[in-house]
């Protein structure tokens, strides 16, 4: 069951997705990471980008996937004004459980060329194997990295920005928030991609979506339960974003989701909030949308038009220089 009707050029091709099924995490780990690669036959990455592997030497030391351009940016800002580029900190998808470092390379290649950005994916550790804080941990190592120029990458630390999809787009917010706590400098903006916020799953989102075709209610608590396991009550607005009690001095906000996501309602909650914070936020809801829309069906015209929507909001946000309006 999905609580709406779907787009029905993604529903053409959601039954030749496999099945999700957590009770077998080994599997599911397997079984996604062939469908990446599947995902990417063909591809290679495009001239004017390299591609490398570093280590954090600071905080839980994460392991890190650099990509760096080597070409003048598509879209530059005023070299005499930023001698050093902007960053994005990307944080994959996987539901806390699964997913690899390389699983975004194509669309993270585009946005280092488009913007001139270096971009920093971190490799956090899954549960349950490594359970809340490891990630939000792995994350923020990152992040100080980059809000500290990150060695010899030449980042302007008055331009991070911090990103991520799903699990990845609830650790950037978890990351934001104790940046924010802990007196870290000011992030540039963050992008929220249909985020997981909340490990209560009691919206009405959250309850109708048990179609066993797309991550669902029983995906969704076996997820959060590994995530948290041997984490006792009351568990803390950093693992799930939504339980935060204070949203303000959050750093600018676009989030979008889709209106069958599970994590729909989760979603608009916190967008609602943050704006209520007074953190200028643009909410995008996509039509007849399930979670991970775009990754799975890219090209329906749905898909297609997220994308177009979210790559000029990343260049904007890694860009531009007249504040949060510029990235309309």
Do not use: K
């Not at 709406?4 to 009770?23: F, H, K, M, T």
């Not at 036959?41 to 570093?54: F, L």
């Amino acid at each position: 069951m999905l609580p709406g009707p779907l787009d029905p050029e993604v529903g053409a091709v959601l039954n030749a997705i496999p099945r999700l099924d957590l009770r077998d995490l080994q599997r599911a780990r397997t079984e996604r990471i062939h469908l990446a690669r599947a995902g990417q036959a063909g591809w290679q990455p495009p001239e004017g980008v390299e591609i490398s592997e570093r280590q954090v030497p600071a905080g839980s030391r994460p392991r890190v996937r650099v990509v760096t351009p080597t070409l003048a940016p598509s879209h530059p800002t005023d070299p005499t004004d930023h001698p050093t580029r902007p960053a994005l900190v990307w944080l994959h998808g996987g539901g806390h459980v699964m997913g690899t470092v390389w699983q975004d390379d194509p669309r993270l290649c585009r946005w280092a060329l488009d913007a001139g950005a270096v971009v920093v994916v971190v490799d956090w550790r899954w549960a349950p194997e490594h359970p809340y804080p490891a990630a939000l941990d792995d994350a923020c190592a990152a992040l100080r990295w980059c809000l500290a120029g990150a060695d010899d990458l030449d980042i302007d630390p008055a331009r991070v920005v911090v990103a991520g999809a799903s699990s990845g787009g609830g650790l950037a917010a978890g990351a934001a928030l104790r940046c924010r706590d802990e007196g870290d400098p000011p992030l540039r903006a963050q992008v929220l991609i249909y985020p997981m916020l909340d490990d209560r799953g009691d919206t009405p989102s959250a309850r109708t979506c048990t179609d066993p075709r797309v991550w669902n209610d029983e995906s969704n608590s076996r997820a959060w339960a590994a995530y948290l396991s041997g984490w006792s009550r009351p568990i803390p607005g950093y693992a799930a974003p939504a339980r935060a009690t204070d949203l303000t001095g959050l750093p600018p906000t676009w989030l979008a989701t889709g209106a069958l996501d599970l994590f729909r309602d989760e979603d608009l909650e916190y967008a609602a909030r943050l704006l209520a914070a007074g953190v200028p936020t643009e909410l995008h809801v996509y039509a007849g949308a399930v979670h991970g829309f775009d990754l799975f069906a890219p090209n329906a015209g749905v898909s297609v038009r997220f994308r177009a929507e979210l790559d000029a909001v990343m260049r904007a946000a890694l860009t531009a220089d007249t504040g949060w309006a510029s990235l309309r």
